[in-house]
C-alpha cells in the first residue's frame, strides 16, 4: 500500500515552467514504475509519462521534448519538469503507481495554462 500526494500546479503563462512533486508515503525503491496522467475538462485521464526503477522513461508525443520525468528514491518522490506550457497542457495531473497489481492515484494537481 502507498499514499501518493502531488504539489507544485498553478497558473502559469504559456511558454512558462513548471515542475509537479509525487511523494510517497513509502520506499518506492521497488516500485516498478511510477507514472504522471492527466485529465483535462470533459476529457479522458492520459497516461503524460512513465518512468521504470531502471530510469526508462516514455512520454506522450504532444509533451515529448517540452516534459521530463524523473525520480528520486532517496527522498520516495517523483518529479514532472513541464517546459514550453501550452494552453493545451491545461489539466489535473495524478501521480499512479502499481504495486503488488494495485493502483494507487494521487488526489491530483491543477494545472493551469493561460495568458
Known amino acids: 500500500q502507498v499514499q501518493l500526494v502531488e504539489s507544485g500546479g498553478g497558473l502559469v503563462q504559456p511558454g512558462g515552467s513548471l515542475r509537479l512533486s509525487c511523494a510517497a508515503s513509502r520506499s518506492i525503491f521497488s516500485i516498478y514504475a511510477m507514472a504522471w496522467y492527466r485529465q483535462a475538462p470533459g476529457k479522458q485521464r492520459e497516461l503524460v509519462a512513465v518512468i521504470t526503477s531502471g530510469g526508462s522513461r516514455n512520454y506522450v508525443d504532444s509533451v515529448k521534448g517540452r516534459f521530463t520525468i524523473s525520480r528520486d528514491n532517496a527522498k520516495n518522490t517523483v518529479y514532472l519538469q513541464m517546459n514550453i506550457l501550452k494552453p493545451q497542457d491545461t489539466a489535473v495531473y495524478y501521480c499512479?503507481?502499481?504495486?503488488?497489481?494495485?493502483?494507487?492515484w494521487g488526489q491530483g494537481t491543477q494545472v493551469t495554462v493561460s495568458s
Open positions: 499512479n503507481a502499481v504495486v503488488d497489481g494495485m493502483i494507487y
